[in-house]
């Protein structure tokens, strides 16, 4: 591992646990064994190690999330939407630190004023979004989901998925414990109404 990646690994680390306006470079070099200069040889300053973070970060989400949408193999749109759900939280398992720094106030503080970090976070979460509604609309094609507006329901597909897993960022939750009856809300919400006989 190279001294750069050590540092974005290491600024990520303390980032995500104790949020970024906390971290300093102090901290980050002792962390690190990186001497401060050695820190701004790579980097300009501390937003540059922020957003260069949140790049990596997108690019890992979208390459992770749109590879698990191509090579899925799916009955049904209901099924893909499923399948997009549980690797989600599959995925937010897996990059706990990462999700962990996006779900903190400062990204989305740095986004109203810094036009890279809003076009990054912009990137990652309308990966998802769009995620879901491209499994929305195969679902209204093969008849698996119900006609509702396929945006707006995947938007709200987000928020509740993106929700459980805050509460297991934050330690309230494991969301996993509610994944079943998630699964069985959403399929409730997307599926034609049955005819009652």
Same mark, same amino acid.
Request: charged letters at 30%; proline letters at 1%; glycine letters at 6%.
């Given at each position: 591992? =190279?001294?750069?990646?050590?540092?974005?690994?290491?600024?990520?680390?303390?980032?995500?646990?104790?949020?970024?306006?906390?971290?300093? %470079?102090?901290?980050? =070099?002792?962390?690190?064994?990186?001497?401060?200069?050695?820190?701004?040889?790579?980097?300009?300053?501390?937003?540059?190690?922020?957003? =260069? %973070?949140?790049?990596?970060?997108?690019?890992?989400?979208?390459?992770?999330?749109?590879?698990?949408?191509?090579?899925?193999?799916?009955?049904?749109?209901?099924?893909?939407?499923?399948?997009? %759900?549980?690797?989600?939280?599959?995925?937010?398992?897996?990059?706990?630190?990462? @999700?962990?720094?996006?779900?903190?106030?400062?990204?989305?503080?740095?986004?109203?004023?810094?036009?890279?970090?809003?076009?990054?976070?912009?990137?990652?979460?309308?990966? @998802?979004?769009?995620?879901?509604?491209?499994?929305?609309?195969?679902?209204?094609?093969?008849?698996?989901?119900?006609?509702?507006?396929?945006?707006?329901?995947?938007?709200?597909?987000?928020?509740?998925?993106?929700?459980?897993?805050?509460?297991?960022?934050?330690?309230?939750?494991?969301?996993?414990?509610?994944?079943?009856?998630?699964?069985?809300?959403?399929?409730?919400?997307?599926?034609?109404?049955?005819?009652?006989?």
């Amino acid at each position: 591992m =190279s001294k750069k990646e050590a540092i974005l690994q290491a600024a990520t680390r303390l980032f995500s646990e104790k949020g970024f306006k906390e971290t300093s %470079i102090a901290e980050l =070099s002792k962390t690190t064994g990186a001497a401060e200069g050695t820190i701004f040889y790579h980097f300009k300053n501390k937003e540059d190690i922020f957003l =260069s %973070i949140l790049e990596d970060t997108r690019k890992r989400v979208i390459e992770e999330f749109e590879r698990y949408l191509e090579e899925g193999e799916f009955d049904c749109g209901l099924d893909m939407i499923e399948g997009a %759900i549980s690797f989600y939280f599959y995925l937010a398992g897996m990059m706990e630190e990462q @999700f962990l720094l996006l779900h903190r106030r400062h990204p989305h503080e740095l986004a109203e004023v810094n036009p890279v970090c809003r076009e990054h976070l912009e990137a990652i979460y309308n990966c @998802f979004v769009n995620g879901f509604e491209q499994a929305i609309l195969l679902g209204q094609k093969d008849g698996s989901i119900r006609k509702m507006s396929s945006k707006r329901t995947a938007l709200i597909i987000f928020s509740m998925v993106d929700g459980l897993v805050r509460f297991k960022t934050y330690n309230l939750y494991n969301a996993g414990a509610l994944h079943n009856e998630f699964m069985e809300l959403c399929r409730k919400m997307l599926q034609k109404k049955q005819i009652q006989e």
